[in-house]
């Protein structure tokens, strides 16, 4: 199976910051890379798609790049709707496996 | 407008059996591959099963390979999980989702305790 291993597992910003998230594969996924957000109890919602396609709806302060084992999920400004649980998945082989998540806390 | 909604979760004994359904709207699930996600309290969250669209080829995690059964309905447009055996660390929500290539829509959940 595919590890997926995001860091940090939390990180304190402020709205207006620029924040990255990492993902790493553990062995190459292509660019079969999701993120997905979830907010406090709720279903998560899809942000990127194909490792930095954006999907249709999420505001364009989000942002995702990397290839092969090394993908990152960027925030250019953040918002105080922001503040959720973020998490990576590969969708290139079965079993689909997703990150342990990051949570995004307020500072 | 797309929506999915999990009815069937509950309260369950360990190894006893629960079936979870997902009534699909806006969209022609057939049309699309489905899939389980589950999340335990307070963790991430964990691929559980998939069934192709066309052909109905299914695949499972090795948490409940031979325990869980993923089926659907195609004329009442409903995903549906069998669960078997069910153990302590099934406990979760579990999440219906469509897929268009990946999971790109989510249900609200629908919580399964497994405790006796």
């Known amino acids: 199976d595919i590890q997926m291993t995001q860091s940090p597992s939390t990180l304190s910003a402020s709205v207006g910051d620029r924040v990255t998230i990492s993902c790493r594969a553990s062995?190459?996924?292509?660019?079969?890379l999701a993120w997905y957000q979830q907010q406090p109890g709720r279903a998560p919602k899809l942000l990127i798609y194909?490792?930095?396609s954006l999907e249709s709806g999420v505001p364009s302060r989000f942002s995702g790049s990397g290839s092969g084992t090394e993908f990152t999920l960027t925030i250019s400004s953040l918002q105080p709707d922001d503040f959720a649980t973020y998490y990576c998945q590969q969708y290139n082989s079965f079993p689909y496996t997703f990150g342990q998540g990051t949570r995004l806390e307020i500072k | 407008e797309v929506q999915l909604v999990e009815s069937g979760g509950g309260l369950v004994q360990p190894g006893g059996s629960l079936r979870l359904s997902c009534a699909a709207s806006g969209f022609t699930s057939s049309n699309y591959a489905m899939s389980w996600v589950r999340q335990a309290p307070g963790k991430g969250l964990e691929w559980v099963s998939t069934?192709?669209?066309?052909?109905?080829?299914?695949f499972y995690a090795d948490s409940v390979k031979g325990r869980f059964t993923i089926s659907r309905d195609t004329t009442a447009n409903t995903l549906v999980l069998q669960m078997n055996g069910l153990r302590a660390d099934d406990t979760a929500i579990y999440y219906c989702?469509?897929?268009?290539?990946?999971?790109?829509?989510w249900g609200q959940g629908t919580l399964v305790t497994v405790s006796s």
């Open positions: 069934i192709s669209g066309s052909a109905g080829t299914t």
């Open positions: 194909k490792a930095s």
């Open positions: 989702a469509r897929e268009r290539e990946l999971i790109d829509f």
């Open positions: 062995q190459t996924v292509s660019r079969y």
